[in-house]
């Protein structure tokens, strides 16, 4: 492997190990979605971690109602690293295509679901429950 791939990889492994220490760190502090801990609105990602543990156990239909679109970050992080190879040329396609079914995804789920996954409870945020607490 060359120095610079080596490298590479590296930060991209470095990158991930960050993201699971943070989300981590936010799980044990009982936090969990630090944008809906502020906001009290699901983000794009709300129920990817928990499609992905279903996928660890084979059970795909659970892990498409969590988060249907759990298979589009390994499938950027594969182009990603690919397009440094020429094999993707319509790479910003691609990438352009990848965020809008997850745009999509969200807007669907948030507008027109009414599940628990995602949500839309602006009440529910931490100013909110910080006032509730001392006014009340």
């Known amino acids: 492997m060359k120095s610079g791939k080596r490298k590479e990889l590296l930060h991209i492994l470095s990158a991930i190990t960050a993201v699971i220490f943070v989300y981590a760190l936010f799980t044990l502090l009982g936090i969990g979605c630090p944008i809906k801990f502020v906001t009290g609105i699901s983000c794009m990602g709300c129920g990817m971690t928990r499609a992905w543990l279903c996928v660890l156990r ?30 993707i040329k319509n790479y910003k396609f691609f990438m352009f295509t990848a965020a809008a079914i997850f745009v999509i995804i969200y807007l669907v789920r948030l507008i027109y679901l009414n599940d628990d996954i995602v949500v839309f409870q602006p009440e529910n945020n931490i100013l909110s429950k910080i006032s509730k607490k001392f006014i009340h």
């Open 58 to 87: 084979l059970d795909f239909k659970s892990a498409f109602y969590y988060h249907p679109g759990f298979w589009i970050p390994p499938l950027v992080l594969i182009l990603f690293y690919l397009k440094n190879k020429k094999i």
